[in-house]
Each structure stands twice: as structure tokens, then as C-alpha cells.
């Protein structure tokens, strides 16, 4: 189950994990989470308990809320990405 904010959260890990220079192996070690799951989280196909979101904000170093707010930013962008592309449509 895919919602924006799950599909965004999962490319804000992304981009933290990047910025860090990090492969997913990587942060899923420091998370001590599955590398296929981090994956899974990336690509916004699952939704990361609090727990999950936690292990993985305490990785790269940032506050939990700060990773989801990341996320909720991106969604933002999405959204007003879209309401432009739809404005040129017109």
C-alpha cells in the first residue's frame, strides 16, 4: 500500500542515505535493518514503523521527526510539480 507520503519518505531515506554517500548495504547495516527492506522502503512499497524510522533517522544522523518532515517536503514538491505541469496543460 502506496500513499504520497510513504512513496515520499522513502525518497527522502534515499537522498539522506546518498547524501552520505551510502549504498543501501550500508545504511541498512548502521539501521540494522534487512537491505532489502530499506530497499522496499525507498521505493515506497512498504510503511516503516516508528521504530524502523527511527533506526534509520539515528543512522544518518538526524532527528526522526526531521526524516519524515524530509519526506513530507518532498511530497510538497511533488505536489506542486504537478499542479505546474497541469497549469501548462491548460
Given at each position: ?27 541498512a547495516e ?7 527492506y530499506v ?30 518532515m524530509r ?20
Amino acid at each position: 500500500m502506496s500513499t504520497p507520503l510513504v512513496s515520499s519518505f522513502g525518497i527522502a531515506v534515499r537522498q539522506a542515505r546518498e547524501a552520505q554517500g551510502w549504498s543501501q548495504e550500508r545504511l541498512a547495516e548502521y539501521s540494522d535493518l534487512n537491505r532489502s527492506y530499506v530497499g522496499e522502503i525507498e521505493r515506497g512499497r512498504v510503511i516503516a514503523s516508528l521504530v524502523t524510522v527511527e533506526k534509520l533517522a539515528v543512522s544518518l544522523g538526524v532527528p526522526p521527526s526531521a526524516l519524515v518532515m524530509r519526506g513530507e517536503a518532498v511530497a510538497q514538491a511533488q505536489l506542486v510539480r504537478g499542479l505546474h505541469l497541469a497549469a501548462i496543460a491548460c
